[in-house]
């Protein structure tokens, strides 16, 4: 009895086609895994309305490491939340735009749908590990926690899976750790266990949240290099938010920089370390000691402080500190517009074409 | 196990320093021997009655009179009753159970109503079962728990009658002794619970565990709430020293048989050592109670051992 194709081999001839798929010249790119179109969110406070996110756009592809990064308050947090609908909610309400996940918009599903997502195919490493662990539960627990939220396994088996995260993110002990609560462990080793956390139901993506700008510079180096190492053995993609230019180099594909709820320019990374086009970005890069620098520098170098989001803004919302500003930047925000293949800028005088006004 | 011994240590001193303070008072309030010896002083003349004063010790200074009541307390002699003729702590001990009876009812009640309120509350914010329940735990926090007895026993022991107002035996009493004496720990333990629910809901790892794709139910309960325990279970301890001390007026008001009556009418009669009986009795409870609280509180945060 020959029977319809099973979705199964479908899927498997869709990668097999997509694997033949030329690469060269963007002619038949690879679906993107994620990809964010227009996403706005507000915040409804009593101070009135704050605009954290402006319609932004990006995609991510499958094992690709796209960096974000940007000053305090530029909305990287609320953009990457909004992803999996975690934005504090109220005041916060996601107003606009659509995120399509291995072509299902995220922002459509319903609550159960979303939580097979959370902790599943996405999962989410947050900058703090003090405060984002539950200090009274076992650190085990927490792991067993999302595992068995996704996977049919028994208690015991879901233990043993979590004892192996633990161990593949370098605890030493992990038999024993597991037992062991929060407050037993070290930042650097908390941000560890986090990690086994949000990699223990194999995400196709993750969600990195500054995930070492807690840590002290040895502990960063080390966490950068595990999840590079695990990136590259499990194909995950991954979205690092970080306010640090050197480890933005070592571990990104793409870069996406951000400014007042804005992508303001996006583009691969040598690119954009070679040929920055958006007077932010310059400004961010000269605060850097050389381009190819290890040194941690915090992005502040930039005279000036980022406008207030609360209400609307007229124009660019660079205008008050770009020193190329004209009667247009004042009036009108730029979109974002490719200036090159890939290389998307936000600026009416961009610095790479010479501008589009 | 030396936290335990030092929180026991600790306790001793609690309950010495309460004896303490209700001896000194009662005596303030003058020595009882008139009382003790009733009508039978008409037909005595002040020699003889100083000779029973001094026969009785009551004219020695009160530190003295407290340290011979220590010496004989802790092998187990309390001292006597002047007006029920028998040991003290013989009289305390019998009503005991009654006192333990309606505090445990108020206790369980209080925990049974305030907690899942408070939960709801929480999880409901500025929505109807919100508004209620907080207007409902003000108005229980402001009412003196006397004045809330006297309306519970105008309207349901002299309105409607569908309770008795006054004494023991069935399970129709409790009632309403049960409801006074809980009111005030259900509206304190609400409000405590739905704040720091709040509070917890805010905390990262409440975030965290959103992102995990557990059910929100889990979310509430394994991690808000159990956090929220904390700060609660403190408010408890503190909770069986209130209940314990507000029986005394419950019980008076509903002429419950209790420890709290017995020491009204024996202050009222100067019956020093049923007083003194009482007292160290429920600073007893108290601090084996709390000492009990502090234990489950370490039970609960696995930050606070018992070592430190
Ligand atoms: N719960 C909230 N209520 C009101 N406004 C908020 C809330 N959360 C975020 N915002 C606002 O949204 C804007 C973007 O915040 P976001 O946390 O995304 O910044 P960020 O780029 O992640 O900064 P940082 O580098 O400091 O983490 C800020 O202006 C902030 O004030
Ligand atoms: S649009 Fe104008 S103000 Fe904005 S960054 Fe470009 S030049 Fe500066
Ligand atoms: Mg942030």
Redesign the interface.
Known sequence: MIQAVPPASMEAMETSVSNFAPLEGGLQPEPALLEVRDLTTKFYTVDGVVNALNGISYSVRKGECLAIVGESGSGKTVGVLSILRLIQSPPGKIVGGSISFKGTDLLKLDDNALRDIRGGAISVIFQDPMTSLNPVMRVGAQITENIMAHEALTRRQARDKAIEMLSRVGIPTPAKRVDDYPHQFSGGMRQRVMIAMALSCSPQLIIADEPTTALDVTIQAQIVELVKKLQSELGTAVIWISHDLGVVARLADRVAVMYAGHIVESAPVDELYARPAHPYTIGLLNSLPRLDAKVKTKLQAIGGLPPNLLGELRGCPFAPRCAFATDICRAQNPALLEVTPSHGVACWHDRLTGGRA | MSYVIRRVLQSVVVVFGVSIVAFFMLFMTGDPTEIILGDGADHMTVQQIEEFRVKMGFDRPWYIQYASFVGNAVRGDFGYSFTRHQPAFQVIIEKMPATIQLASIAFVLSLLISIPLGVLSAINPHKPIDRISTFVALLGQSIPSFWLSILLMLLFGVKLKWLPISGSGTWQHLVMPAIALAAFPIARNMRLTRSSMLDFM????V??????????Y?VVT??VL??SL?PIVTAIGLEAGFLLGGSVIIETIFGWPGVGREIVQAIGSKDFYVVQAGVITLALIFAVVNLIIDLAYSW????IGFGS
């Open positions: 805010q905390k990262d790892f975030r965290t565990a959103r992102a995990k794709g557990i059910s929100e889990r394994s991690h159990r956090n904390l609960i945060d696995p930050r």
